[in-house]
């Protein structure tokens, strides 16, 4: 037998140690998480994309009562395609939680030992960027190149975690985008 193991990258930062875009995305998805509807789950998410071309959109979750679910990344794919056509995702930012847990962004880093301990508490299991079906939804725009598509979140503690989609998604479907040569541009 010859088994084959992959290593998942997680960067564990503080807030000045974002990009500058990186900070605008978490702040379209507070935005973007007010107009959620969630009255089933009371879960509620906001998503931001940046487009390669340099546009953002953005998107919330909505549900209704056939569980006909909408998430807020392909709610984030949808607004930026049907207002500007198939392009690549550079990157895409999610924030979620309970409806009633709706916390401000962080406005400044956390003290130096309280962001070492909170760090050190990460496990990769319990980080969640996406689902498994918005995570390959994304990678339908990725132009075939996971590795340089960006996921992001901050969560309520004030700690900001960077991945790709290359990481998180390691056993994607391969039949579609990789061959579709529009999806390349
Ligand atoms: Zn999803």
Redesign the pocket.
């Known amino acids: 037998m010859i088994e084959l193991r992959k290593t998942i990258g997680l960067q564990i930062m503080q807030w000045s140690e974002l990009f500058a875009h990186e900070r605008r995305l978490l702040e379209f998805t507070i935005a973007a998480r007010r107009y959620a509807s969630a009255p089933y789950s009371h879960y509620t998410v906001g998503a931001a994309i940046l487009w390669k071309d340099g546009e953002i959109s953005s998107g919330c979750n909505i549900e209704n009562s056939v569980y006909n679910v909408l ?1 807020a ?2 709610c984030a794919i949808a607004n930026g395609i049907s207002g500007n056509g198939i392009r690549r995702i550079a990157k895409i930012a999610v924030r979620g939680g309970p409806e009633t847990d709706e916390r401000p962004l962080p406005v400044r880093d956390l003290p130096d030992d309280e962001f070492q301990y909170l760090a050190s508490q990460v496990k990769f299991e319990n980080v969640s960027f ?2 498994g ?2 995570l390959q939804d994304i990678y339908e725009y990725s132009g075939g190149e996971p590795e340089n598509v960006g996921l992001l979140i901050c969560k309520n503690s004030g700690l900001a975690i960077r991945s790709t989609l290359a990481d998180i998604l390691p056993g994607r479907s391969m039949f579609t985008a990789d061959k579709n040569i529009h999806r390349k541009q």
Do not use: D, R
Request: neutral net charge; hydrophobic residues 15%; charged residues 30%.
């Open positions: 998430h990344e392909k996406a689902c079906q918005c």
